[in-house]
Structures are given as C-alpha cells and as structure tokens.
C-alpha cells in the first residue's frame, strides 16, 4: 500500500486566496482524519469522517474552513479566502475501525504559507 | 476528558546513553495510549501502543514503554540512543467519547556524537 498521500506537500499562496489541501486514505480505512500543526498549538484535530460523513467538525478554526469527502478515497480540506495565520502543516491520517486501538496511519503533510 | 502531558519541550543525550521521554496523562477509564515519531518534513509513524494486553510494551527501532497506572505515566525508554533517533515524539490518547485522538506538546530528541 502506497499509504495516505497528501497532495501538495507544499503550497504558497497569497493572502485571499483559495487553497484545496487534498488527501487519499488508505484503501480499506474508513476513519479520515484532519490535524494542523503549529509550533504555537502544536497538533490540533480539525475535522474526522467515518465512511466519507463528517462526524466531528469542531476544530474547524471558522467558516473559511470546509472539507469534504465525496467518495471513500479522496478528501479535501479548502480555506476560502486564507490569511497569514493559516499558515501551518496539515496533516491527513487515516484509519480503520479499530482507530480507538490500533492508532492512524499519517500522510506527509503539506505545509501551506499565506503570504 | 482525556489529555497528556510530555515533560520537557527538548530532550537531548549522548549517542549509546539511556533515552528517556516521559508522558503523564489523565483519563477517568482506562486509556489506549499511543507514542508517534515525527521525523523532519515527514509525517506522524506510530511507534508503539499500550491497549491493556501488557503493561510493557515493545516498538519498533528499540523502543519501549511502560504503563503505570498508579503513576499515570507511560514513559518512552530506549537503552542505547542512535543519531538516527533524533526527531520528535508525541505521545498520544485515545479519546473514549469517540475517535479522536488527543496528543502532547511534543519532545524534540537531540542525540550528540
């Protein structure tokens, strides 16, 4: 398996501007998870699904942050319009159901700067 | 609600001396516990969990921890340290009311030659 791979790995963008992290688990996991991480907040869950429906979202900073998960392979996480403190690496992870036992299984991250 | 605390943001030894990363945490049930590594630019690996079978518990690079619940501690050790070990390691709950997982600060593991 070729693991959870994040797509960019890493992002330059200037302040208003959209951004679409995506994401594809690892087959067979039904469990995604998104985290940001910060050296002043450290690792910070963002938003977790479970066979593609959003059941926790509130770590989602504000509305500027959505994501979905339209099929069971693929996720996306968009801020619109981003700022300068959104700058930070965000990770996907993903896991089966036994996720409470067995851990997650983390993509590398891509690390966004809004300039 | 669950939370852990790493003590010590920075943890530096000599290469072939004792790595030790402590790890408190709180839990009102029995928790799953969990070390990650983080190397840099890289993503969170799972290094080792405690899910009550043992209270030792065996990882991979050499690796161990031990839970003690009368301490609430489940500390990281590794007997030799290599340079290769220098990363960041996060020790980790498991949230019971669903599948979150809750994670420390962080400890950055420097090995000196």
Same mark, same amino acid.
């Given at each position: ?55 926790? %979202? &509130? ?6 942050? /959505? ?8 996720? +996306? ?8 403190? %959104? &700058? ?6 993903? /896991? ?8 997650? +299984? ?10 | ?113």
């Amino acid at each position: 398996d070729a693991g959870v791979i994040q797509s960019p790995r890493h992002e330059v963008t200037e302040m208003g501007q959209e951004v679409t992290l995506r994401c594809k688990p690892i087959s067979g996991h039904d469990y995604l998870f998104w985290y940001r991480q910060t050296m002043m907040r450290g690792l910070e869950l963002l938003i977790y699904f479970n066979n593609n429906v959003p059941i926790d %979202d &509130s770590g989602m900073p504000e509305d500027r942050f /959505s994501a979905k998960m339209p099929n069971a392979s693929f996720s +996306t996480l968009k801020i619109q319009p981003s700022e300068p403190r %959104d &700058s930070a690496v965000y990770f996907c992870a993903s /896991s089966n159901a036994q996720a409470r036992v067995n851990g997650y +299984t983390f993509g590398s991250g891509t690390r966004l700067t809004v300039v | 609600a669950q939370s852990v605390t790493q003590l010590g943001s920075h943890v530096s030894v000599s290469e072939g001396a004792l790595v030790l990363l402590r790890c408190n945490y709180s839990s009102s049930v029995p928790p799953y516990l969990f070390w990650y590594v983080q190397y840099p630019n890289q993503g969170l690996q799972l290094l080792l969990k405690y899910t009550s079978a043992a209270t030792l518990v065996k990882g991979i690079n050499g690796f161990e921890a031990e839970f003690k619940k009368s301490e609430t501690s489940f500390h990281l050790t590794k007997p030799s340290a290599h340079m290769s070990d220098a990363a960041e390691y996060f020790c980790a709950v498991s949230h019971t009311g669903g599948f979150k997982t809750i994670f420390g600060a962080g400890t950055r593991l420097f090995v000196k030659a």
